[in-house]
């Protein structure tokens, strides 16, 4: 978040305040709702490998990843695949 938050020229606490304001959210859980969403998208469009879409997300461990797309979507991205990718 520091980093989205440096980019705009405000603080972190800013930034976050700015969210629940608008979206009733912290600024942490949209940026992880966008990321996740464009994860959805790697793994249904893209043949990269599950480690190399988490790097292109900025996730250097990819059980990292797997947690955080689990925590948010309910199933791993292997799940999510042979679910909806045809």
Known sequence: MSYYA?????TPKHLNR??????Q????????????LEAKRMLMYL????VEI?????????????RVFRKSSGMTPTQ????YKV
Request: charged fraction near 25%.
């Open 6 to 10: 440096s980019l705009l020229g405000i």
């Open 18 to 23: 700015i969210a629940q304001t608008v979206v």
């Open 25 to 36: 959210k912290t600024a942490t859980d949209v940026i992880t709702e966008r990321v996740v």
């Open 47 to 50: 043949d990269e490998s599950l």
């Open 54 to 66: 988490a790097f292109r997300l900025g996730y250097e461990e990819y059980s990292y990843f797997v």
């Open 80 to 83: 999510f695949m042979r679910k």
